[in-house]
């Protein structure tokens, strides 16, 4: 009878802890993003969309450039050997760190940390929910501030992050070989393809 009750307890811990694990996940992974409001707020709104602005209208003005000298397969070798070195030039220049990250990235070194992961599905969740996906600015463990902006899958984007309909097989081999491991590919148009992601070195 003893034995029974024991039993019984521990299966009611176990279904009890289960559940409350279950429940808090979300929460949890959450709590990985302090946003800030206020001033910091909008200094930080500003300098990051002026960085974004300046990378994104550069790396979009080549791959465009690229992909009308030599389409598609062309283009996937310009933004394997630019993309990063752009970025990098860029987080000299503003003592920054600039990323592009994703849940569903192509290049290893762009894999979203469990902070950009959450960020990421805070954005999501707005989408779905019909609301504006705006930039935010949350502080780290470290006390910097650290800028998040939706990055959108457009018309021109699915020739390489499509599905087979849109990805000539030639341009699939390509992308491939360079990144064995990709997993951007399947997007439709306006989805939330990653985030920029820029860490201010000196807040
Ligand atoms: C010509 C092919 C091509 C086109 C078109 C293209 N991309 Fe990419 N994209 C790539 C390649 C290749 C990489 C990996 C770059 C690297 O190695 O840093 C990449 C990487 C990215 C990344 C960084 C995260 C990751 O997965 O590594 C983002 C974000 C991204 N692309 C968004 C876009 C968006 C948005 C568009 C449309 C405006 C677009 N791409 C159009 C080929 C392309």
Redo the contacts with the bound molecule.
């Keep these: 009878m003893f034995r029974t009750i024991q039993i019984a307890t521990v299966l009611i811990i176990a279904v009890f802890l289960i559940q409350s694990c279950a429940e808090k996940k979300p929460a949890e992974v959450n709590k990985n993003v302090q946003y800030v409001s206020g001033a910091d707020e909008v200094t930080y709104l500003k300098l990051g969309k002026e960085i974004t602005d300046t990378v994104g209208k550069t790396l979009?003005s080549n791959?465009v450039k690229?992909?009308e000298n030599g389409g598609?397969?062309?283009?996937?070798t310009?933004?394997?050997s630019e993309?990063?070195e752009l970025t990098a030039i860029y987080s000299d220049k503003y003592n920054t760190e600039v990323k592009?990250?994703?849940d569903?990235?192509?290049?290893p070194?762009?894999v979203a940390s469990e902070v950009e992961l959450a960020v990421l599905a805070d954005f999501n969740q707005s989408l779905s929910n019909g609301e504006p996906v705006a930039p935010k600015v949350a502080i780290d463990l470290e006390g910097r501030k650290n800028y998040y902006a939706p990055?959108?899958?457009?018309g021109?984007?699915?020739?390489?992050?499509g599905n087979e309909k849109n990805i000539q097989p030639e341009?699939v081999a390509v992308?491939d070989s360079?990144?064995p491991l990709d997993?951007?590919k399947g997007y439709t148009a306006n989805e939330i393809?990653?985030?920029w992601s820029i860490k201010f070195k000196n807040s």
């Design positions: 979009k791959l690229a992909m598609p397969v062309n283009a996937v310009f933004c394997n993309a990063m592009r990250v994703s569903n990235n192509r290049n070194a762009n990055i959108f899958t457009g021109v984007c699915l020739s390489c992050h341009v992308i360079l990144y997993k951007a393809r990653g985030i």
